[in-house]
């Protein structure tokens, strides 16, 4: 009886690395791109490793920190597998790039423009100068496009541009009194108007886009079909546990946000929670291609007359939306504009 304990004990000692290499095999390795200081466009990528939701789809995540300008290099170069950057995407996609859209995290342009006390109206910042991110990015071009369309005032002709990388430099330039008016997201607003600032304007109010979409290089989608089927996965339950649970996304924003207490990172659930979708509608996603070659135009980059290829060639679309249903999500019902 003993000598056939002992055996049965060695058995499953000898079987434990084979079980342990099976189970380990079973995971997927992704990196997944997050800009330094985090976004409040991307706040599903955060819950869904928080909350274990990569684990749970069997992939084996962690992001990669850069800035957004690095985060494009590195996917194109194959460096990063996924990163949450549309028009940056969109800007290689045009000239030439291979790459796929996956799925979506915002649906609403969440980027508000912060001003000093004495801007009472978006008018009164002209000859004024405005803090910006980088040309081509979101932060750039949406608070561009809404002076733009909803205000007839245009970057240089206007009112000057300082270009800033992140967020909080921005608002340290706004309360110093470097620059007039900044563009923030809204967990970013706390700071500003704690700081005696006011919002002057919402993007959201005048367009809606799909902010934070993630994209891939096309081989690496070709590859993998299964892994981009578990990451949609993922990013939806981010969406729909974000979009249900208060307290529990609390301390998700206060981890990648820096938000600095329970108090200003609820104000920003309350105003963000039903702002996001992993679906991607049409409109919205060509919003992302459209805005892009407006931008390009200007600078020359494209023709005036050369007309906007169909933005779907560039998104697994079929991948996604089937995905979504399979697994019965809800899709956003925004609010109106």
């Known amino acids: 009886m003993r000598i056939r ?16 290499g099976a189970a380990q095999a079973q995971q997927a390795k992704i990196t997944i791109g997050k800009v330094l200081s985090g976004n409040g466009f991307h706040i599903p990528s955060y819950v869904a490793m928080d909350r274990g939701f990569y684990k ?57 423009i912060a001003a000093r006390p004495d801007i009472a109206k978006p008018e009164d910042l002209k000859g004024k100068t405005v803090g910006y991110g980088r040309v081509g990015a979101a932060d750039y071009d949406e608070g561009a496009a809404v002076m733009a369309r909803a205000f007839k005032m245009n970057v240089g002709k206007d009112y000057k541009v300082i270009s800033f990388q992140g967020e909080t430099e921005r608002i340290a330039a706004l309360i110093n009194g470097d620059i007039q008016a900044a563009l923030i997201s809204v967990p970013h607003a706390p700071k500003a108007l704690n700081a005696g600032m006011k919002i002057l304007v919402r993007t959201g109010d005048y367009i809606q886009r799909a902010g934070g979409t993630f994209w891939t290089r096309k081989a690496f989608a070709d590859q993998n079909p299964e892994t981009m089927k578990k990451f949609i996965r993922a990013i939806a339950k981010g969406v729909m546990y974000y979009r249900d649970n208060r307290e529990g996304s609390i301390p998700i924003l206060r981890n990648h946000l820096g938000i600095d207490n329970d108090k200003d990172a609820g104000i920003v659930w309350d105003q963000t929670h039903n702002t996001f979708g992993a679906e991607l509608p049409t409109e919205q996603f060509r919003e992302i291609f459209e805005s892009r070659r407006t931008d390009m135009i200007a600078a020359k980059q494209w023709a005036a007359d050369k007309p906007l290829p169909d933005p779907e060639q560039f998104l697994l679309r079929s991948l996604l939306d089937s995905t979504l249903k399979e697994m019965k999500y809800v899709p956003t019902k925004l609010d109106a504009k």
Not at 11 to 20: M, N, T
Not at 77 to 91: C, E, H, N, R, T
């Open 5 to 20: 304990s002992a055996l049965r004990l060695l058995a499953i000692v000898l079987a434990f690395p084979l079980v342990l």
């Open 56 to 112: 749970e789809e069997g992939l084996d995540a962690s992001f990669i920190s850069l800035t957004g300008r690095a985060l494009v290099t590195a996917a194109l170069a194959g460096s990063v597998d996924l990163i949450p950057i549309p028009s940056g995407g969109a800007q290689a996609a045009f000239s030439g790039a291979e790459i796929r859209y996956v799925v979506g995290e915002s649906l609403k342009s969440q980027w508000l």
